[in-house]
């Protein structure tokens, strides 16, 4: 339940910021333009409260908050006195139009600015881009990589975390660019070395494992921690506190071995060896199964308890000062657009997979999460969202702003609006694809609850 709690709270916060700074853009500068707004809301459906001010402008807070929107003074929707036509959005130049609809997307991008330089200032924390051994035949392999190297820059770009590295990675992979390596291996000796990326999958699920990247791990004791109702571990009676020793007789060294050896046996009966309140008991399992694509991996149904200290040597902090961090926020926000965009890109030629679409459950999932960590990494969360929905608002699909945007320039370029006709069959198929686009989500969403 406080996991729900969180979700919801840190979902409700960061849509409502971020949707409320995307809706101010465009009242901002309607009211500098001369167009009359009438409605400025957040949230959809029935209003919970509501305030006028002196302009006649409702302030709302709506039922559904799931977006927001501002109303304006228009003659195709509404009746308009003949004295407070010019003050029509249908009547105001098409430029004002580009402007007042442009300013929305253009707000979020600000905001992720403001956001990631905060962010910057503060300090990010993250685990140092530390290896762990590559499986073998893997690039990372080939490379002479063994495990316990720590990457220090990407192609010249100086990484301090798994964060960093993972962005470096995936941006230049998009390219399939040959980029350089370089590492400090366990003996402080510093190299480098070039690494072709053209024949490996650039979807961020499969990257790192196709080059061999993985992130290096403590070995964890394997004392559970919480037991999930229902599943294997507690049909078979294991309590939190339990200390997993053999695995029918083959000593279990750490609980990534023991997850390891999981995966690769669903459905397998084995005797389980353990220590409770200082006895050693021994406990039949029979393993879970659960669906994973079209294989079948095994599955324990427990936690494990991660002592702290193991993680204290791997952490390692980002920060700049106020001033050198205004540039990089803004390279940072640059950079994250770009990479929405061409992995948005890459998922209509088929390199990268649709199931990295995520709808709101996922998103409050991460919201809850973030907020959980602490106030950075809520941050970072909704400096990424900021960005993500300046880009897709941009995109010229008709309903969403990009769309006004292409009937716009359009008619700057002809001299003359859209017939009316045109543009009621473009809002069809941009609310077709809107609509594909949410069951997508939906679906993605829920496989992910469901796995």
């Not at 109702?229 to 609980?255: H, K, N, Y």
């Not at 001033?323 to 990089?328: E, H, K, L, W």
């Amino acid at each position: 339940m406080p996991d729900l709690v969180w979700s919801v709270a840190g979902f409700v916060v960061a849509i409502s910021v971020l949707v409320a700074f995307h809706e101010f853009g465009h009242y901002w500068v309607a009211r500098r333009c001369g167009v009359r707004v009438l409605r400025f809301s957040i949230g959809f459906g029935r209003p919970l409260w509501m305030r006028r001010d002196a302009d006649g402008v409702e302030w709302t807070i709506s039922a559904i908050p799931l977006g927001g929107y501002v109303k304006m003074l228009d003659e195709r929707e509404q009746a308009v006195a003949p004295g407070e036509r010019h003050l029509a959005f249908n009547n105001a130049s098409v430029w004002r139009r580009i402007a007042i609809v442009a300013a929305g997307p253009l707000f979020n991008f600000a905001l992720a600015i403001a956001l990631y330089w905060a962010v910057f200032v503060v300090g990010v924390e993250g685990m140092r881009p530390m290896l762990a051994p590559p499986p073998a035949e893997s690039i990372a392999a080939d490379l002479g990589l063994h495990g316990g190297e720590e990457v220090l820059a990407v192609s010249g770009a100086p990484v301090a975390t798994w964060t960093e590295l993972r962005t470096e990675l995936i941006d230049r992979a998009l390219d399939r660019e040959t980029l350089v390596l370089r590492w400090q291996d366990t003996a402080g000796a510093r190299r480098e070395a070039a690494l072709a990326l053209d024949g490996v999958r650039i979807d961020p699920e499969f990257l790192f494992e196709d080059i061999g990247l993985l992130p290096y791990q403590p070995a964890i004791p394997a004392v559970l921690d919480q037991i999930l109702p229902g599943e294997a571990a507690d049909a078979a009676g294991f309590l939190p506190g339990d200390e997993l020793l053999r695995r029918d007789g083959e000593p279990i060294v750490s609980w990534q071995a023991w997850a390891q050896w999981l995966r690769e046996h669903p459905g397998e009966a084995v005797q389980i060896e353990l220590r409770r309140d200082g006895r050693v008991l021994t406990l039949p399992l029979v393993v879970g199964q659960l669906a994973d694509g079209d294989r079948v991996i095994g599955r324990f149904g427990a936690s494990v308890a991660n002592p702290p200290e193991l993680w204290q040597d791997l952490r390692a902090v980002s920060r700049l000062g106020a001033f050198a961090a205004v540039p990089r926020a803004i390279e940072q926000t640059w950079r994250m657009s770009w990479l929405t965009v061409r992995m948005l890109w890459r998922m209509v030629t088929g390199d990268v997979s649709f199931k990295n679409v995520s709808g709101p459950i996922q998103i409050a999932q991460v919201a809850g999460y973030s907020a959980q960590v602490g106030l950075v990494s809520f941050l970072s969360f909704m400096a990424i969202v900021s960005v993500s929905i300046g880009v897709l608002n941009l995109l010229p699909v008709p309903v969403l702003d990009g769309g006004h945007l292409l009937f716009y320039a359009v008619e700057a370029a002809k001299g003359s609006p859209l017939s009316q006709r045109a543009q009621e069959a473009g809002q069809r198929v941009g609310l077709t694809l809107l609509v594909a686009l949410m069951g997508l989500a939906f679906f993605n969403d829920i496989a992910r609850l469901l796995n």
